[in-house]
DNA sequence: TTGAAAGCGCTACCAT
DNA sequence: ATGGTAGCGCTTTCAA
């Protein structure tokens, strides 16, 4: 058997008060009676308090959930969800607190026993869509919990995220100042469980997730204010936010006839397969989302937002939580980055 | 006060062990007692068990630690421990178990005090060198450990990685087949705390860290097969595993005089801070390992290893322990991958 | 400066 | 099918 403090204590023959404050408050005891006790500890090989036993006792963990309303090991995938990560974890680091991946189920109540039973202090949510279950099962346990869609956020959440539709209609704009008028918006799963390519929908909001639903309806916004109506536009739908889903989704619209002059894509990642999949089409103009590294080395065209600044600022929110509620929900700036990837539309 | 089983069991008028039961043994009573349970406890916003509780009686978290002995935010940044880490999380996944990123504080016993404190059932440790006092604090606390250094293993922990010397020896052997001679190596903190820039050894042995050592041993053995002795051959420092850092110390050995015709980096990351630096100097052979995903759009000349294969390895062997312990030692295969960023010396 | 007592919230065994 | 009992290993008053 593992030794425990208690067979420390009887070790040295002090209390096991004594030994857990060797360990947990040295100022408490004599130095000398502190060496003798962890010395004793080494030699039997003592590995210091358990640290589930201390946690209960204690009532805090030291360890902040992160929850990717996707698959866990898609998430690895995603750069822009890596770079959200790295700022979590800069800022937990600082803090000596750990950082609990809890991968979801899809089905949910599976989703909300993974919640249930993963010992943290408090979660950072990265919101990608459906995630209303998780959020509810987090409150269930009257945990602290900070998302990153202002949708998703109730009124005792803190919320880190960009205007996205404001974000999007930069893009747009652009775009549209650059002539275009024929245009499909690329996004990942627009609709549930819709097969990839052209998509009907009465309108932006028809997009069950919210991340979606904003950008769409910003970018419906420039076209509109351009001339150009909702039903003139074409929606693709991805099966996955991947340059491959991307790709495939998008080659039937390029392919067909009077194709889009622009596409805007919900994320870089979908842009860049556009890109991949417009080799025949040049002229074609493509914007993508986010900024990742990518982007640049491909002339993308696209809103950047601060991703590990994200990512440390949901930490901050959780670790550090502001004294005025109000100071709960951050939104962060956005900047329309104009590359080689939109230009005018082509006379043909 | 939040409620607790007990205030469920009084609500409902059973035992304690009854609700639990309700929750975590569905069979040991009647659906109808069960359902009647879980609805009093939904109404009193007792949202399941305390995981801490739970597993200090359970004795098991169903959390799996993965150390970087690095910076954490340092590895998010690394793309190939993102795959590793990205193959963990879907084994991981599949178990149910979650993943505590544990952060490594620089100081030894403070980064001893965060393995012990770490709520887990057993570790994954990305090995970047400087590990033994982790592993040691791993092992002192009892718990299965798997390592990614074969140097790092004891004969109880389990390990998966390459052959990194026959490795470096494959790509330093396709390099001296072009006809090298006058070469440099390159490496991330060959030495603990050197400059950037060339570097006197002795030897490869000189490198502490047991990946750097052994890549540098494969180059060191091709080379001398050419005729190519140490002595001849540069080895250069960097300052960090980044395209920066290797950029900078590799400038000034390109601007020195009588140059290298070929540098062969002990990483892509770092490979391609030479590309960056070599602009100016077209006609030098560079090599990476692990070929990352920018390795093969970059034209770069790389030793592959399987990344997310060993990260679904390391975490398989945590999760379902082999048997036969002799089955706890994994090497993976490895593949010279020949692009254009190598080529016969130029005459000049 | 040290120790005794009282749980933290839960589960597993053994009865009934 | 349900309940009683006995801790899991630790920390924290409080008193000595």
Redesign the pocket.
């Known amino acids: 058997?593992?030794p425990?403090?208690?067979d420390v204590?009887n070790a040295v023959?002090?209390?096991?008060?004594?030994?857990?404050?060797a360990?947990?408050?040295p100022?408490?005891?004599?130095a000398a009676?502190?060496a003798k006790i962890l010395d004793a500890a080494r030699r039997l090989g003592?590995p210091?308090?358990?640290p589930?036993?201390?946690s209960?006792?204690?009532?805090f963990v030291g360890a902040i959930g992160v929850l990717f309303t996707s698959e866990l090991s898609y998430a690895f995938t995603d750069p822009f969800a890596v770079r959200f990560l790295a700022g979590v974890g800069e800022v937990a680091e600082r803090h000596g607190a750990s950082l609990l991946l809890v991968p979801l189920p899809r089905e949910r109540d599976r989703a909300r026993a993974a919640v249930d039973n993963a010992a943290v202090d408090g979660f950072c949510v990265y919101c990608v869509g459906d995630e209303e279950h998780v959020l509810g099962a987090i409150r269930d346990r009257g945990l602290p919990l900070v998302t990153t869609a202002p949708e998703a956020a109730a009124p005792a959440d803190r919320f880190v995220g960009i205007d996205e539709r404001a974000a999007a209609r930069s893009v747009a704009a652009h775009v549209a100042g650059l002539g275009h008028r024929r245009v499909a918006l690329l996004g990942d799963t627009v609709l549930p469980d819709a097969p990839p390519g052209p998509l009907r929908l009465a309108g932006p909001g028809d997009a069950p997730r919210p991340t979606t639903h904003g950008r769409l309806a910003g970018f419906a916004d420039a076209f509109a204010a351009a001339g150009v109506p909702w039903p003139a536009i074409t929606v693709v739908n991805a099966a996955g936010n991947s340059r491959a889903a991307a790709a495939a989704a998008i080659a039937p619209v390029l392919a067909g006839d009077d194709p889009p002059t622009a596409v805007l894509a919900c994320s870089d990642v979908l842009a860049l397969g556009v890109l991949d999949a417009a080799g025949p089409h040049p002229g074609l103009s493509v914007t993508g989302f986010d900024d990742i590294a990518e982007a640049a080395a491909a002339g993308l065209t696209t809103v950047r937002q601060p991703a590990e600044e994200k990512g440390r600022l949901a930490a901050a929110l959780l670790l550090e939580p502001p004294a005025d509620p109000a100071d709960g929900h951050l939104l962060l700036p956005t900047d329309l980055v104009v590359r080689t990837s939109t230009g005018p539309v082509p006379r043909s």
Request: charged content about 25%; cysteine-free.
């Open positions: 058997m593992k425990t403090l208690q204590a023959g002090v209390s096991r008060s004594t030994v857990s404050n360990y947990s408050r100022d408490q005891l004599s009676l502190r003592y210091g308090p358990d589930t036993a201390r209960l006792r204690r009532g």
